[in-house]
């Protein structure tokens, strides 16, 4: 997992993958919401939000929007619990 900080690197995620994260920087900026960057065993985008005083997952995406295996979404999630 990496974490994208960057403006840069939101712009260049979302044109390699091809969704919309370049248009969360301001929310990244107001700490609402952390981007990582998960690249074995599936490419993925992750967001984490705070909802209600709690992070949660948010969104796992990978290349248009496509939705996650589920082995991928099983790293995910033992990656949030730790």
Do not use: K
């Not at 900080?5 to 994260?21: I, N, P, V």
């Not at 998960?38 to 909802?51: F, K």
């Amino acid at each position: 997992m990496e974490p994208l900080t960057s403006r840069l690197e939101l712009l260049d995620e979302g044109s390699t993958m091809h969704h919309c994260t370049g248009s969360y920087d301001t929310f990244i900026a107001q700490g609402e919401v952390f981007i990582y960057r998960m690249t074995a065993p599936q490419r993925l985008t992750i967001s984490l939000e705070q909802r209600n005083n709690t992070w949660v997952v948010g969104e796992v995406r990978g290349s248009r929007n496509a939705n996650p295996s589920q082995a991928a979404m099983d790293i995910v999630r033992r990656w949030v619990e730790l």
